[in-house]
């Protein structure tokens, strides 16, 4: 399936990713968390497909294990004592589960990180920052795009050296080190000649003055309007159940959660529609496609 959220406005596209990243951050509600978490894996997904796949399971869930398990080996606040470490310090159900939650954050905004930077893409980022903050915007963009493309820079340089026995894997110890020195002495030259080419090309053409035009193709029609009033509606659902305390929770130093009541639901499930926003408009899409090929 592919993503019919990419073709939108690009204003569109930044005010979804930080609205879901904001709240990922911020609620540490177990079914707030689960929500953001499950979403967040459905929709790399979706945009990735096994890769995806294979990312969350090698590395997040193994990453999400290792933080959860380490945080109640350091923090010891709570009032529930399961069992004493050999030291003496204590391992609390409350440290436990906020352990939990804060991996299962992390990992979260990872995820949702991986899917910003396969549909906001530089190009989007400069056409809405470039006018207010040009040189600011031209570096993150930069920054945002730096492990995806000096990953795949970093690996055609070891395939080079490869072909001439000078790669990290061939040879003794001493000469796989050496072999990887070189590998990385090699990126990085061409890393700061890149980054002084394009600062290069952007002088030459104007980049950041203050009378400079620039051509973009992206138009804020109709069904951007729509969408945008559907994620302000459901933003504001989600901010008056914080104020409320829908999404509040303690952990220390006991575990306290409010009540759940109607309007909980509510604010559960306006949270799942926002960050199935992309899911849903390209299951709209796939619908319409299916059913203009039924009537031919």
Same mark, same amino acid.
């Given at each position: 399936?592919?993503?019919?959220? %990419?073709?939108?406005?690009?204003?569109?596209?930044?005010?979804?990713?930080?609205?879901?990243l904001?709240f990922?951050m911020?609620f540490?509600?177990?079914?707030?968390?689960?929500?953001?978490?499950?979403?967040?894996?459905?929709?790399?997904?979706?945009?990735?497909?096994?890769?995806?796949?294979?990312?969350?399971l090698?590395?997040?869930?193994?990453l999400?294990?290792?933080?959860?398990?380490?945080?109640?080996?350091?923090?010891?606040?709570g009032?529930?004592?399961?069992?004493?470490?050999?030291?003496?310090?204590?391992?609390?159900?409350?440290?436990?589960?906020?352990?939990?939650?804060?991996?299962?954050?992390?990992?979260?905004?990872?995820?949702?990180?991986?899917?910003?930077?396969?549909?906001?893409?530089?190009?989007?980022?400069?056409?809405?920052?470039?006018?207010?903050?040009?040189?600011?915007?031209?570096?993150?963009?930069?920054?945002?795009?730096?492990?995806?493309?000096?990953?795949?820079?970093?690996?055609?340089?070891?395939?080079?050296?490869?072909?001439?026995?000078?790669?990290?894997?061939?040879?003794?110890?001493?000469?796989?080190?050496?072999?990887?020195?070189?590998?990385?002495?090699?990126?990085?030259?061409?890393?700061? %000649?890149?980054?002084? %080419?394009?600062?290069?090309?952007?002088?030459?053409?104007?980049?950041?003055l203050?009378?400079?035009?620039?051509?973009?193709?992206?138009?804020?029609?109709?069904?951007?309007?729509?969408?945008?009033?559907?994620?302000?509606?459901?933003?504001?659902?989600?901010?008056?159940?914080?104020?409320?305390?829908?999404?509040?929770?303690?952990?220390?130093?006991?575990?306290?959660?409010?009540?759940?009541?109607?309007?909980?639901?509510?604010?559960?499930?306006?949270?799942?529609?926002?960050?199935?926003?992309?899911?849903?408009?390209?299951?709209? %899409?796939?619908?319409?496609?299916?059913?203009?090929?039924?009537?031919?």
């Amino acid at each position: 399936m592919s993503d019919r959220f %990419e073709s939108y406005h690009p204003v569109i596209n930044f005010i979804y990713f930080a609205s879901v990243l904001i709240f990922s951050m911020v609620f540490m509600h177990p079914v707030m968390l689960g929500i953001s978490l499950l979403c967040a894996i459905v929709y790399s997904f979706m945009l990735k497909g096994r890769k995806a796949l294979m990312f969350n399971l090698l590395y997040m869930m193994p990453l999400l294990l290792i933080m959860a398990v380490m945080n109640p080996a350091f923090n010891h606040e709570g009032v529930t004592i399961l069992f004493y470490l050999k030291s003496g310090n204590p391992i609390t159900l409350e440290s436990i589960l906020y352990g939990v939650a804060a991996a299962c954050m992390f990992v979260t905004v990872i995820i949702w990180f991986s899917c910003y930077n396969a549909v906001m893409t530089s190009d989007k980022f400069i056409y809405l920052f470039g006018k207010v903050i040009p040189a600011l915007s031209l570096i993150l963009s930069m920054v945002l795009r730096f492990v995806p493309r000096y990953r795949t820079q970093i690996q055609a340089i070891s395939n080079a050296q490869k072909c001439i026995g000078r790669d990290i894997t061939q040879g003794n110890w001493f000469q796989r080190a050496k072999n990887g020195v070189t590998i990385l002495s090699i990126m990085t030259t061409w890393a700061l %000649e890149n980054a002084i %080419e394009t600062a290069d090309s952007m002088k030459s053409r104007g980049y950041g003055l203050p009378r400079r035009t620039s051509f973009a193709l992206y138009r804020f029609d109709r069904r951007d309007r729509s969408v945008l009033l559907i994620m302000c509606g459901l933003i504001t659902v989600l901010l008056i159940g914080t104020l409320k305390g829908e999404t509040a929770i303690r952990y220390f130093p006991s575990i306290k959660i409010p009540d759940m009541a109607p309007f909980s639901v509510v604010v559960y499930v306006s949270y799942a529609v926002l960050c199935l926003v992309p899911v849903i408009l390209s299951l709209v %899409e796939v619908v319409k496609w299916k059913s203009i090929e039924s009537r031919t």
